[in-house]
C-alpha cells in the first residue's frame, strides 16, 4: 500500500468587512502531490461563506459556482497568458516555501504496534483481540487481521486513525474469533514509515491469566525497586556523615602578601554546614572567602574555606565547624609551628622511608627465592694428622 503525500500550503488570505457586516475571503492554496515537481495552485473567492470563483492551475481555467459569478469567471478566462504568468509567479512562491517547509511535513515516524486480548472465548461468545497502532506519522494507514495467511474481513472493526494532539496518530482494530487449535494470527500494519507492509503474530501460548500473572509479578518488581529506592533516599537523608577535616597553609606571608589558610571539610552528609574562623578565640569576618557545598556525585560533599592574614607569633587560629552529625560545634586548630617547607621535607622524608621499607621487603623476598633454586653440599669434619702424629679435630 503507498501513500503520496498531500501538502497543502497557504500562501495568502484576506479578509474584507463592509459596514454591513458582509465577508469576502480570498485564498491562494499550493497542494504538493508528493514532491515539488508536482505543484497545483488554486485560488479561491468567497462571499459570505459562499464559494463564487475558483481557478485551477491544472486545468486552467476560472470555474464559477454562482450565476452572478459567471461574468467574471469569462472575463478571467479570456485573458489565459495573464492566468499562466500569475500561476508561475505562485508556483515558485510554492517552491519557496515547500523547501522550508516540506522536509519537516515528510518526515514519518513508525508505529509501535501491540496485540493483546481483551476477551476469551466462553460458550457462544467469541474471544477478542485488539491489534493497537500507537505514536506514528503521518496519518494514513492501514491495520488488516490475517488468519492462517488469509485476510479476515467479517467480525472486524477499526476506530479512525485518531489524532494524539501532538502531530501523532493511533488506532485500533478489534477481531472477533473462535479460537482453533494451532492457528496462526496476525495483524499487517501498512505505513508510510515502512517500504514494506510489517507484521505482527499473536502469541496463543499464554493464556489470559498467565499473562495477567506475569504482567502483575513485574509490576511487582518495579514496585519493590521503587521501594528499595524511596527506602535508600529516606535512610540516606536520616544518616549523617561527619566531615574530615583539614587545615593547611596554601601560601605564606612575603611583604605585603597575606598568607593564605584553607579549612576543608571532605564526605559529609547532609549538605548544610558551617565553617567559621576564629583569630584568638573571636571570630574573623574580614578577608574570609568560602566556596558553596560541593557535590562528590555520591551523596557526599565538600567546602573549603579560604582565610589571608598576616601571621602574629603566639597567636592561635582555629576552624570551627558546625554540622548536623555533631552534637556541638567542632574547633580544630592550626598548628603554626612548622613552615610549609619543613611540612613538605618531612612528607618527603616520610614518603622515601616508606619507599625504603618497601624496596627492601622485595630485595629479601627476591633473595630468598633465589637461594632455593641451589643444591647446598653437605660439610664433613675429618680427623686431620699433625707432624707429631697427633689428631687434631
Known amino acids: 500500500m503507498r501513500y ?32 515539488l515537481k508536482n505543484v497545483e495552485i488554486i485560488y479561491s473567492f468567497k462571499f459570505d461563506k459562499t ?32 492566468l499562466h504568468k500569475e500561476a508561475e509567479i505562485t508556483n515558485g512562491k510554492c517552491k519557496y516555501f515547500g523547501q522550508q517547509f516540506l522536509p519537516m511535513v515528510e518526515q514519518t515516524v513508525k508505529p509501535e504496534v501491540i496485540i493483546r486480548s481483551v476477551r476469551q472465548a466462553s460458550g457462544k461468545s467469541p474471544a477478542m483481540l485488539i491489534c493497537s497502532a500507537y505514536d506514528f506519522y503521518p496519518k494514513p494507514i492501514k491495520l488488516t487481521w490475517m488468519r492462517d495467511d488469509k485476510e479476515m474481513t467479517a467480525d472486524v472493526t477499526s476506530t479512525e486513525e485518531l489524532a494524539d494532539g501532538d502531530w501523532y496518530y493511533q488506532i485500533h482494530s478489534h477481531l ?57 533516599i529516606c535512610y540516606k537523608r536520616k544518616h549523617t556523615a561527619p566531615p574530615e577535616v583539614i587545615i593547611r597553609l596554601d601560601r605564606e606571608a612575603n611583604g605585603n ?76 586548630h592550626w598548628d ?13 622524608g616520610a614518603v622515601g622511608l616508606v619507599m625504603g621499607v618497601v624496596m627492601a621487603a622485595g630485595g629479601l623476598i627476591y633473595h630468598k627465592r633465589k637461594q632455593t633454586g641451589f643444591y647446598r653440599l653437605p660439610v664433613c669434619l675429618l680427623p686431620l694428622q699433625t707432624m707429631d702424629g697427633d689428631e687434631q679435630q
Open 51 to 82: 464559494e463564487l470563483l475558483r481557478f485551477n492551475s491544472t486545468e486552467n481555467k476560472v470555474v464559477a459556482y454562482t450565476e452572478y459569478a459567471m461574468k467574471w469567471a469569462d472575463d478571467f478566462n479570456k485573458k489565459p497568458e495573464w
Open 176 to 232: 472477533e474469533y473462535f479460537p482453533k487449535p494451532g492457528e496462526k494470527i496476525s495483524c499487517v500494519v501498512e505505513h508510510a514509515s515502512s517500504h514494506r507492509p510489517m507484521i505482527y503474530h499473536w502469541d496463543s501460548s499464554l493464556s489470559e491469566s498467565d499473562r495477567n500473572k506475569m504482567i502483575t509479578g513485574a509490576a511487582g518488581v518495579v514496585l519493590g525497586v521503587i521501594m528499595a529506592a524511596g527506602g535508600l
Open 257 to 332: 602578601q597575606k598568607a593564605v589558610l584553607v579549612c576543608s571539610a571532605y564526605d559529609f552528609y547532609p549538605k548544610p554546614i558551617k565553617l567559621t574562623w576564629m583569630r584568638d578565640d573571636k571570630e574573623v569576618t574580614a578577608d574570609v572567602t568560602s566556596t558553596e557545598e560541593l557535590d562528590d556525585g555520591d551523596w557526599y560533599y565538600q567546602i573549603h574555606s579560604h582565610l589571608e592574614y598576616f601571621p602574629k607569633p603566639g597567636e592561635k587560629i582555629s576552624c570551627v565547624v558546625e554540622h548536623a552529625s555533631f552534637h556541638r560545634p567542632m574547633v580544630y
Open 4 to 35: 503520496d503525500i498531500v501538502t497543502h500550503l497557504v500562501l495568502l488570505h484576506v479578509l474584507f468587512e463592509t459596514v454591513h457586516g458582509h465577508y469576502a475571503f480570498f485564498l491562494i492554496l499550493c497542494r504538493v502531490h508528493g514532491s
Open 336 to 348: 603554626p609551628s612548622l613552615s610549609e617547607s619543613e611540612r613538605s621535607k618531612i612528607i618527603l
